[in-house]
């Protein structure tokens, strides 16, 4: 099993910048997939990115491309999420998750979840 621990939402203005990180703690020697997803109050869960542990390919939503870099830290187990121009419409929590086989975009895909984390930017 593995564990995740999301940290770094909070409160910006549209248009700032904000970092996520993402620790995970267990059997991480054996993980596949780290990925992002948000979700917005009345909304599906949504992918976000994702990167592959063993050699962090990285990859985007479409819509987050050029906005979002997905980055790990081995020495530290920890996946970042640097997103850059923040609209408020991506105001959501953010979770990541994890998983020991495949590389997927759909959350159904993850096993392993963090708590969350509260991403809100104001217009």
């Known amino acids: 099993q593995v564990q995740l621990v999301e940290s770094g939402g909070r409160e910006v203005q549209a248009g700032d910048s904000l970092r996520l990180s993402c620790t995970v703690s267990?059997?991480?020697?054996?993980?596949?997939?780290v990925g992002w997803f948000r979700q917005a109050p009345g909304k599906e869960r949504e992918f976000v990115s994702r990167?592959?542990?063993?050699?962090?390919?990285?990859a985007y939503a479409d819509s987050m491309k050029g906005r979002f870099t997905i980055s790990r830290d081995g020495a530290n187990n920890t996946v970042y999420l640097q997103m850059y121009s923040l609209k408020p419409e991506d105001t959501a929590v953010y979770y990541c998750?994890?998983?020991?086989?495949?590389?997927?975009?759909?959350?159904?895909?993850?096993?392993?979840w963090g708590q969350g984390t509260q991403v809100t930017v104001s217009s």
């Open positions: 267990g059997r991480t020697l054996n993980l596949a997939t």
């Open positions: 990167i592959t542990w063993s050699n962090s390919r990285a």
């Open positions: 998750a994890a998983n020991f086989f495949g590389t997927y975009d759909d959350f159904k895909g993850y096993a392993y």
